[in-house]
């Protein structure tokens, strides 16, 4: 038989894999005995000749957060109204429209038959619940109280989709304009001005440095606009591939937390979305140390997450939570000193539920106002831009006309 398995080294690292064995326990015992900390153990599935290429299932339709909120809701309110847990999958099986999830559901309620736990069934989906969700769904089977987490994963799913799609929102206004502002300068350096040129040539009207600047721009981009819009494709793809290596990724991370202005914003993002992770999994019952390995991943910062890490290691040897944490440098000293003031008080959970809606909200006001400045600044960055062009096509004009004056 052969297992899949995801675990952890001493330093945190994540490391997948597939291990052949008679039973499951020789592949515990031969990782834990390897000092790995395992995540998740599974039988690898057994990969059929006569698979049927699916685009539903291979992830070319994604899972929108909106539907596993659509899906937590629903099963928490069949569970909180008696009905039985392979009951209620079986119905979310049948009416849920996204085909992917569907098939997950009705793999899950399997999983179950043959004799798996809940979030273990959960746990075989990696592309579709992450670690939080099997977490949460962990804690909520384990202490009895599955309805009230999944409403908690519902509201946490919900944040982190607002927060997301207001950076979005704000992202695309910018790259619209300056496009536009892009195409249009282009047409008229490469189709509008040569047609005047040739005007003002004929009638042997001296060409002002500016025009002559533009004609050679224009001359350089019909030489060599094939391999300019090639660049233009290829140059964020490879800095894209080169983002996903660990040095490029730490690199690219590192560069994001120390940009003026933009690196404050990446900086409460993490701490905001550190927050509510840690929050919602110390609420449902995760331990602290396993909540903390799974904010690693879920900051999307390995930067920060490198900093959750040695906290971590930190508080294994019997520190506290806010002492390691502020020792990291990257969290702000009102995050520890909350932290610390809830860990005295026995209310932690509430503590990191107030720093993340606090920094959500101020995350929020500081997208706004960006967006309040960036408006009219790009609006008059265009103006000058085309404006500069416009001038510099129509000045051999004024020369033209002092001459027949």
């Given at each position: 038989?052969?297992?899949?398995?995801?675990?952890?080294?001493q330093?945190?690292?994540?490391?997948?894999?597939?291990?052949?064995?008679?039973?499951?326990?020789?592949?515990?015992?031969?990782?834990?005995?390897?000092g790995?900390?395992?995540v998740?153990?599974?039988?690898?599935p057994?990969?059929?000749s006569?698979?049927?290429?699916?685009f539903?299932?291979?992830?070319?339709?994604?899972?929108?957060t909106?539907?596993?909120?659509?899906?937590?809701?629903?099963?928490?309110?069949?569970?909180?109204?008696?009905?039985?847990?392979?009951?209620?999958?079986?119905?979310?099986?049948e009416?849920t429209?996204n085909?992917?999830?569907?098939?997950?559901?009705?793999?899950?309620?399997?999983?179950?038959?043959?004799?798996?736990?809940?979030?273990?069934?959960?746990?075989?989906?990696?592309?579709?619940?992450?670690?939080?969700?099997?977490?949460?769904?962990?804690?909520g089977?384990?202490g009895?109280?599955?309805?009230?987490v999944?409403?908690?994963?519902?509201?946490?799913?919900?944040?982190?989709?607002?927060?997301?799609?207001?950076?979005?929102s704000?992202?695309?206004?910018?790259?619209?304009?300056?496009?536009?502002?892009?195409?249009v300068?282009?047409?008229?350096?490469i189709?509008v001005?040569?047609?005047?040129?040739?005007?003002f040539?004929?009638?042997?009207?001296?060409?002002?440095?500016?025009?002559?600047?533009?004609?050679?721009?224009?001359?350089f981009?019909?030489?060599?606009w094939?391999?300019?819009?090639?660049?233009?494709?290829?140059?964020?793809?490879?800095?894209?591939?080169w983002?996903?290596?660990?040095?490029?990724?730490y690199?690219?991370?590192?560069?994001?937390?120390?940009?003026?202005?933009?690196?404050?914003?990446?900086s409460?993002i993490?701490?905001?979305?550190?927050?509510?992770?840690?929050?919602?999994?110390?609420?449902?019952g995760?331990p602290?140390?396993?909540?903390?390995?799974?904010?690693e991943?879920?900051?999307?910062?390995?930067?920060?997450?490198?900093?959750?890490?040695?906290a971590r290691?930190?508080?294994?040897?019997?520190?506290?939570?806010?002492?390691?944490?502020?020792?990291?440098?990257?969290?702000?000293?009102?995050?520890?000193q909350?932290?610390?003031?809830?860990?005295?008080?026995?209310?932690?959970?509430?503590?990191?539920?107030?720093?993340s809606?606090?920094?959500?909200?101020?995350?929020?006001?500081?997208?706004?106002?960006?967006?309040?400045?960036?408006?009219?600044m790009?609006?008059?960055?265009?103006?000058?831009?085309?404006?500069?062009?416009?001038?510099?096509?129509?000045?051999?004009?004024?020369?033209?006309?002092?001459m027949?004056g």
């Amino acid at each position: 038989m052969k297992f899949e398995y995801r675990v952890r080294d001493q330093q945190g690292r994540l490391k997948v894999g597939i291990l052949e064995a008679e039973h499951k326990n020789i592949v515990i015992e031969n990782l834990l005995g390897q000092g790995y900390y395992i995540v998740l153990l599974n039988e690898a599935p057994i990969i059929s000749s006569n698979l049927r290429f699916d685009f539903n299932l291979y992830g070319l339709k994604k899972v929108r957060t909106r539907d596993l909120v659509t899906l937590n809701r629903q099963l928490s309110t069949m569970l909180a109204a008696g009905l039985s847990i392979m009951s209620s999958l079986k119905i979310l099986g049948e009416q849920t429209a996204n085909k992917r999830l569907k098939n997950a559901v009705l793999k899950i309620r399997e999983d179950i038959e043959a004799g798996l736990a809940l979030w273990e069934a959960f746990a075989k989906h990696p592309g579709i619940f992450s670690e939080i969700y099997i977490s949460m769904i962990r804690a909520g089977e384990l202490g009895g109280v599955m309805e009230v987490v999944l409403e908690r994963l519902s509201y946490h799913l919900e944040r982190e989709q607002e927060i997301k799609s207001k950076l979005k929102s704000a992202s695309i206004y910018p790259v619209i304009v300056a496009a536009f502002a892009v195409l249009v300068i282009f047409f008229i350096i490469i189709f509008v001005m040569p047609i005047f040129v040739s005007m003002f040539e004929s009638s042997g009207v001296r060409l002002p440095m500016p025009t002559l600047i533009l004609l050679g721009m224009g001359a350089f981009l019909g030489k060599w606009w094939p391999h300019i819009v090639i660049g233009i494709i290829v140059l964020p793809l490879l800095m894209k591939c080169w983002g996903k290596t660990i040095n490029g990724r730490y690199i690219y991370d590192t560069l994001s937390l120390q940009v003026p202005i933009i690196g404050k914003t990446v900086s409460r993002i993490a701490v905001a979305r550190f927050a509510r992770t840690m929050g919602t999994l110390v609420k449902s019952g995760i331990p602290v140390l396993q909540a903390l390995e799974v904010t690693e991943d879920v900051v999307d910062n390995v930067v920060i997450g490198r900093a959750i890490s040695r906290a971590r290691t930190r508080i294994k040897e019997g520190q506290t939570i806010a002492d390691p944490l502020m020792e990291t440098g990257v969290f702000e000293p009102m995050v520890t000193q909350m932290i610390a003031v809830g860990e005295e008080t026995g209310s932690l959970d509430e503590m990191l539920m107030r720093m993340s809606d606090y920094y959500e909200r101020e995350l929020i006001y500081t997208v706004d106002a960006m967006m309040a400045v960036l408006e009219p600044m790009l609006i008059l960055v265009v103006a000058l831009m085309v404006g500069g062009v416009i001038v510099a096509t129509i000045l051999p004009m004024f020369d033209m006309m002092n001459m027949v004056g």
